[in-house]
Each structure stands twice: as C-alpha cells, then as structure tokens.
C-alpha cells in the first residue's frame, strides 16, 4: 500500500464522510477495510474531533445572548425609521420648494420672452444651433473593466499570453489590451521577466500602438526571447508604460511604476527533447486549447490552474484536455464537468459556449449552483453536448472570460 | 422554520412590519450571538455584535434573495461584522492572546463538570493549537465542527470554493497533527 493511499485517506477522514461523495467514500472504505493503521488513526480523529467540539462547547456555550438583546434592536430600528422618516420629510419639503421655485423662474422666463424687445446684438441662445455634446475620451468604454490604470486614463483592460510554459530559448508571443485616452498615445510599454530574487533577466520595449489603434481601444503585441541559458523555474513578468518623449514612467492607481501580470514557467527541458510519451489523447492542431495563465482568483491559493482576466476566473484542466470519465457521461450521451468560477464583480453569472470544429452541435449548457455570495466563488455543472473542441465563456456584467478545451471521454481518470 | 414561513417572514420585516421584526430577531439571534461568541470570544462583544448584525441584516434585507439558506446569508453577514471588529482591536494578536489566557486564567465564574475537563492538558493543548492556525483555517475549524456547517455552507460564508474549504480543513488538521504530535494525541 503505497503512502499516496494513505494520505487520500487521511485527506478524506479529514474532509469527513458526510461530505464526501460516492466515490470517494467508497475509496475510503475500501482503504480502511484494509489498512489497521488508517482506522486507528481514523478512531482518534473522530475521538479528537469530539473533544475539540466539547471543548468549543463548554468555552462558548455556556454565554447566551443577552435578555434584552432583541429590545435593543427594536429599539435602534424604531429609532431608524424614525431618522429615516424624518429625511423624507426633509427631502420631499425641499423637493416641493424646488418644484415651486422652478414653476416660478418658468414663469417668469415666459413673461420676459413675451414682452421683452428683440435684441439683435445678442441672439437668443435658442437661436445658435448647439454642437452635440463632445464624446467622452472613453466614449461607450467607460464601463469595460480592467486590470490597472496608468497615469489617468490609460487603462490595461487584460492580456493574452497563449503559453504560460516555455523552453529556454523559445519567444514568448503576448498581447496587451488598452483603453486609451487618445488614438495615438504617444506611449511606450515596456515587459520585463523577473527571476527569483526579483532581477529581470529579459527586457522587451514597444510602442504602445503602431496604428492598430481605433475607437479608444489599442493593442500592443510583444515578443519576449527568453534566453537559452535560463534557469527552468518561475518567472515574473511584470509590465509598465512610459512617455516615449520624456522617459518618465506612468504610475498605477497604487503609485507602482510596474504591475506583476502573470508568471511564465520556463520548463526544465526543451520541448523537442521532451521525451516522446504517447499521448492518449491528442489535441487536433484545429483546436487552440487555452493553457492557465496562473492567474489566481481573489483569497484563494495560488496554483498553476488557476485561469482569469482580473474580472473572471476559472480552473483549466491541464493541457487544455478535459478528461471526462464514464460517470460523468449522462444517459443522454451528454457530457458533465463540475466547473468553478470566481467573479470578480457582482452580477450574475452566465456561462454559453459552442463547438469551434462542428458549427452544427447544439451549443454548450451550463447549470450555476445557486446561493453564493454576490461575488467570489460560484460552481456549477459545464454540460458538452459532445465530445470536441468547445469555446467557453463566462460572463458577469460587462466582464467576459473565454477559453477553448478540448473534450474527450475517457474509461477512467489517469 | 422552513423555507416557505422563512420567506413570508422576511416579506413582513421589508414592508416593516414590527411583530415579524421582532420574530425575526427572536428566532434568529440565538444563532448569530452563537458565532459571534465563537469569532469573537468575548461575550460583551459578541452582544454587540449580535445587535449590529442583525441591524445590518434588516438593512439588507431585499439583497436577500433566496438563493442560500437564510442562516448561510446570516452568518456572512455576521462573520464581517465580527472581522470588522477584529480588525478593530487587532484582531489577531488579540484573539491568539485570549486563546492562550484561556486556560491561565483564573477567579472564573461557577465551576461546572466540563469546565474542570477543560482544564485539562490535552484541551490546553488543544486550543492552543487551535489559536496558532491562521483565521481562514481556524474559522473553518469552527464553523465544521461548533457550527456544524457543511463544506458548502463554509465556501458560502467564507466566499471560497469548496475544494478551498477542503483545502483548509485538511492543512489544519495536518498542522494541529504536527503541533500535537509526541505528545500522544492528534497523530
């Protein structure tokens, strides 16, 4: 019995079996018919286990609310609608004043207009078409959500790095996405790949945008050579932005000069000399899966899985594949996958998605668990009405999350 | 109280009718005065707590929409209430504080059989490992086990997942193991 057996089981006996499902209390059980040592142990958890809530108990228990606890409530409530009744009646009496005033004013304006000789030095102001109001900087981008803000109004509304995992040697390809103030900003950014200890070993300038720019919206693609040498690892990328004229760095809403992205993994051996395992179930070249990007939601713990835009986050499958066991396949030959998310920003989540390598397949459904926080965490079920290459997005408010997995049934989980 | 009554109750309380209000009170402030002790570990400070969660919740009252059970939605709100007031009095060298005075302390009021057990060693041991975990873990400790919350319910309240609740209960049970081992309990 290997010690990886043990520790699922440990793990289990810690979650508790009320709150495990089927299979996973079959897998405990089954481990536990065989192993002395687990159901010893498991014997004094659940001793402990007792202790501690008698413990929490007796330390706790024995305090209860004070008697007039619910008096005082009542109390600060009245005393609420009181103020509360009291500010409407202050606000409908300066409501009705304004009203008069203005019934008023009205009234007068009309008398002048009609009695009043015509000046024609000075038109009436009706007479002057006026401009339109002038567009906003941001015109109907106000609302899009983003990631930072330099210097005032330039905002990072999110990235794309295709590949969070690289060689040494290999150029790491993103796109950076603004809001930006001007159609030419006059703007350089700059990406830079921290080590460790915080040093950047590549540095990579460029021009904020090269007349791909329109309606407030720029793009700035770059390519970051990562050196041959490098050491296999984490590496932060952190980027910035700066004046092209006067080299002087913009600043965040915090007052940092940089913001850290992402993490790119340089992986310890080039993927040429990967050794050439079999892979059971190879993605098509069609289908452009999403790798994580690593990006961890608010509160949880960072882990390579983790996927998201600063709005909307998600847990991706490694590889992009999404493996899907046979318990999981519905009598309708539909495919499930438990799926989390995390938002951002309140608003309720819809999750639609469809086939990129089949138009004609019905498209992706999705069933939202219901009562979680307004934001944070939300799970739910992703329901693949077959197998193939599927295009997801999660959406909450104006925030939007795509991603593409591919999806294939499997006997059982590797 | 089941779902439906709750819900007509809560209808009454946002059109301010003043007997469900006090039923609300009533009925719920048992069970958030209960966490707020757990939280707080201070009983005067709890009361007030209690008061200043149940306010908030009446305030709230249309945000709540049915979704989550009414006491899942009730104990996040009283769980930020009391943060807030951890915050206050700094929140965690204090509570690391009381947890660790608990069992020096003395001239405590009547003497019952469980106090005695507490007393003991191994509960000493106990808490004190309990008061070393960090506050996400040691509130899902207490939610799991005082409140008897589901992982669910704890994701809910705490506005993680519950593969991160899973996460947590596990590594605290590791690092009570850890601080309680050699000494015959906990591993």
Not at chain 1, 64 to 93: H, Y
Not at chain 1, 374 to 385: N, R, S, V, Y
Not at chain 2, 55 to 81: D, Q
Not at chain 2, 147 to 162: C, F, N, R, T
Request: hydrophobic residues 40%.
């Amino acid at each position: 019995m290997s010690a990886q057996q043990h520790e699922q089981a440990r793990y289990y006996l810690h979650i508790g079996h009320d709150q495990l499902n089927r299979r996973e209390q079959a897998a405990l059980d089954t481990h536990l018919a065989e192993c002395a040592v687990c159901r010893a142990y498991a014997t004094d958890l659940a001793g402990n286990q007792e202790r501690l809530v008698r413990a929490m108990d007796v330390r706790w228990g024995r305090y209860s609310p004070s008697p007039d606890l619910g008096a005082r409530v009542s109390t600060r409530l009245q005393r609420r609608i009181r103020q509360r009744q009291v500010v409407n009646l202050v606000g409908a009496t300066v409501e009705g004043a304004l009203v008069v005033l203005v019934i008023v004013l009205g009234w007068v304006l009309v008398r002048q207009a009609q009695w009043s000789p015509v000046v024609p030095a000075s038109p009436p102001a009706t007479a002057t078409p006026q401009p339109p109001p002038p567009a906003t900087d941001d015109g109907g981008w106000a609302a899009l959500p983003g990631l930072a803000t330099f210097g005032e109004e330039l905002k990072l509304l999110d990235f794309a790095l295709p590949a969070s995992s690289l060689p040494p040697g290999a150029t790491a390809e993103m796109v950076l996405y603004w809001q930006t103030p001007t159609d030419n900003p006059a703007f350089m950014v700059f990406a830079h790949l921290l080590d460790a200890d915080g040093r950047p070993v590549v540095q990579v300038d460029a021009p904020l945008s090269d007349g791909a720019c329109s309606a407030g919206i720029a793009a700035t693609c770059l390519s970051i050579p990562l050196p041959e040498q490098l050491a296999p690892g984490p590496y932060q990328l952190v980027v910035g932005v700066y004046d092209e004229d006067s080299g002087q760095r913009l600043t965040t809403e915090t007052g940092q000069a940089e913001l850290a992205l992402t993490t790119i993994q340089i992986s310890p051996l080039p993927i040429e000399s990967l050794p050439s395992s079999p892979t059971p179930f190879p993605i098509p070249p069609s289908c452009p899966v999403t790798l994580a990007n690593g990006s961890t939601p608010p509160g949880e713990e960072p882990i390579p899985d983790h996927h998201g835009n600063g709005a909307i986050w998600t847990t991706l499958w490694p590889e992009g594949k999404v493996l899907i066991p046979p318990h999981w396949v519905r009598p309708d030959g539909s495919l499930t996958m438990e799926w989390g998310w995390w938002r951002g920003a309140e608003g309720q989540l819809t999750v639609e998605g469809r086939r990129l390598d089949t138009p004609l397949a019905p498209p992706l459904l999705a069933e939202l668990a219901e009562g979680y926080a307004e934001t944070g965490f939300q799970g739910g079920e992703l329901i693949f009405p077959s197998e193939g290459c599927w295009e997801v997005t999660g959406k909450v408010g104006e925030a939007e999350l795509t991603f593409v997995v591919f999806v294939v049934k499997v006997d059982e989980l590797p | 109280m089941n779902y439906v009554d709750t819900m007509q109750l809560l209808s009454r309380c946002q059109e301010g009718d003043s007997p469900s209000i006090e039923s609300l009170v009533g009925t719920y402030q048992p069970i958030v005065y209960r966490l707020a002790i757990s939280i707080l570990d201070d009983p005067a400070e709890a009361d007030e707590a209690t008061q200043d969660a149940l306010m908030a919740a009446l305030r709230k009252l249309s945000s709540y929409r049915g979704e989550a059970k009414f006491t899942t939605w009730l104990y996040t709100i009283t769980l930020n209430v009391c943060r807030g007031r951890l915050r206050k009095r700094h929140s965690h060298a204090r509570l690391v504080q009381v947890l660790q005075a608990l069992y020096r302390s003395t001239g405590e009021p009547e003497t019952q059989p469980e106090q005695t057990a507490i007393h003991n060693e191994t509960h000493t041991r106990l808490w004190q490992a309990i008061s070393a975990l960090d506050d996400r873990r040691r509130e899902a400790i207490i939610m799991r086990y005082y409140h008897g919350l589901s992982l669910q319910e704890i994701g809910q309240v705490l506005a993680v997942s519950e593969r991160t609740v899973r996460t947590w209960l596990h590594t605290a049970h590791e690092q009570m193991r850890v601080m309680l081992a050699g000494e015959g309990e906990w591993q």
